[in-house]
T-cell receptor, first 110, second 116 residues
């Protein structure tokens, strides 16, 4: 059975500091990995995905994620966080069905 | 840009009522999905459809049904609403092929349903 875990319910950072949101997965076979962001009372917006190739994937709004097969991780990163990055972030894995993590609430303080 | 439109953002219904949640996408996507989002549980798949009049159960189909009479429209039906169906419902769509093909799933803005 496949699963995805986001080990931190909340992440708090100061504006301008690096932001990391963790995601680990468990699948048989090669995974496709996704990150989505959800702002309050809104739907999910696609940020980026890993299909194959370069382990570092760049996405929207300055976010990037690194696929690490040996650690079965796909952590989301942003070098310099903004207050407007405060939102709920979801990791998802597809192999073959799409499964979502429980989400991580990110708060960026001014 | 892909647009997935959920016609009702906020609904309040009574226990036992029949509830329809409507979703329309404008990108000619073959696949459409209904998810339910609850705090601490992430998103759970209720039903999905890969073609007109075709549907498959997701992880939590009990108490729900769906209808897809046209390619662009996918409806979620609660035959007899119950309080434990109070939740945020998200419609989504993607191009043909399973999610294992790497196709991105695009979401609507969500429908908040409260059953009293």
């Amino acid at each position: 059975a496949q699963s995805v875990a986001q080990p931190e319910d909340q992440v708090n950072v100061a504006e301008g500091n690096p932001l990391t949101v963790k995601c680990t997965y468990s699948v048989s076979g090669n995974p496709y990995l996704f990150w989505y962001v959800q702002y309050p009372n809104r739907g999910l917006q696609f940020l980026l995905k890993y299909i194959t190739g370069d382990n570092l994937v760049k996405g929207s709004y300055g976010f990037e994620a690194e696929f690490n097969k040996s650690q079965t991780s796909f952590h989301l990163k942003k070098p310099s966080a903004l207050v407007s990055d405060s939102a709920l972030y979801f990791c998802a894995v597809s192999s073959p069905k799409l499964s979502f993590g429980a989400g991580t609430t990110v708060t960026v303080r001014a | 840009d892909v647009k997935v439109t959920q016609s009702s953002r906020y609904l309040v219904k009574r226990t036992g009522e029949k509830v329809f949640l409507e979703c329309v996408q404008d990108m000619d996507h073959e696949n459409m999905f209904w998810y339910r989002q609850d705090p601490g549980l992430g998103l759970r798949l209720i039903y999905f459809s890969y073609d007109v009049k075709m549907k498959e159960k997701g992880d939590i189909p009990e108490g729900y049904s769906v209808s897809r009479e046209k390619k662009e429209r996918f409806s979620l039906i609660l035959e007899s609403a119950s309080t434990n169906q109070t939740s945020m419902y998200l419609c989504a769509s993607s191009l043909y092929g399973s999610s294992s093909s790497g196709n991105t799933i695009y979401f609507g803005e969500g429908s908040w349903l409260t059953v009293v």
